[in-house]
């Protein structure tokens, strides 16, 4: 039997909805905030990493994933914690690669490109996989013995967007100034990746 307090202690049914409606509406914020577009790429890093894990965009006119075109500039924090961006690496050339442990051909190329980054000084190779676990990435990196290559974790798949990366592995050549001399989409050998290179010197 339902005593004269019960009654009295329930809530209007409008307001009980409201309170239902509120929960989901915040379950489903925090389920989906980070995929916001004003969120992209902002994942807060503070300290040392085991790969370097690209936090912010940089905006520059005219900038496009394409030959010819100012190489689209990000930053990141690496491992030690330091900050360093596409742009602060002039005047030296880049070599940017974007691949994935799950990509064959990419694991395949990796030591190619290691070896190169050990004779080209002068050039910075990075190794920007597709948002896979840092201690993944990491555990890779040291299984095949890769000391040269830099990687860098692309969080959201930001950076790959601004490359237009429909494919993998894809290798920008980006020379001294900042604009990409050369575009590789596949796997390369000894001989493209000295045309590449040769673009950038």
């Known amino acids: 039997m339902t005593s004269v307090l019960d009654d009295r ?9 409201l309170i239902v409606g509120a929960i989901a509406a915040a379950t489903l914020l925090a389920l989906f905030w980070p995929a916001l577009p004003f969120n992209e790429g902002r994942r807060i890093v503070l300290g040392p990493t085991k790969v370097g894990v690209i936090t912010r965009q940089i905006e520059s006119a005219g900038a496009a994933g394409r030959e010819g075109a100012p190489a689209p500039d990000f930053e990141w ?6 900050r360093v961006s596409l742009g602060s690496l002039r ?26 980054a050990a004779e080209n000084p002068d050039i ?9 676990d840092g201690d993944r990435i990491r555990t890779f990196f040291d299984k095949i013995g890769l000391r040269r290559l830099e990687p860098l974790l692309d969080v959201d798949l930001v950076t790959t967007k601004r490359y237009t990366v ?19 989409i596949g796997e390369m050998d000894q001989e493209k990746l000295l045309r590449g290179l040769d673009s950038i010197k």
């Open 9 to 17: 202690a329930r809530l209007p049914r409008p307001v009980v909805y």
């Open 91 to 116: 005047p030296k050339g880049v070599v940017v690669n974007f691949w994935a442990t799950w990509c064959e051909p990419c694991t395949r190329e990796m030591p190619l490109l290691d070896r190169a």
């Open 166 to 184: 429909l494919s993998l592995p894809s290798t920008f050549f980006v020379d001294t100034g900042g604009t990409i001399r050369h575009v590789r």
């Open 124 to 132: 910075v190779f990075l190794a920007v996989d597709l948002d896979e």
């Open 77 to 82: 924090v690496a491992p030690d914690g330091s």
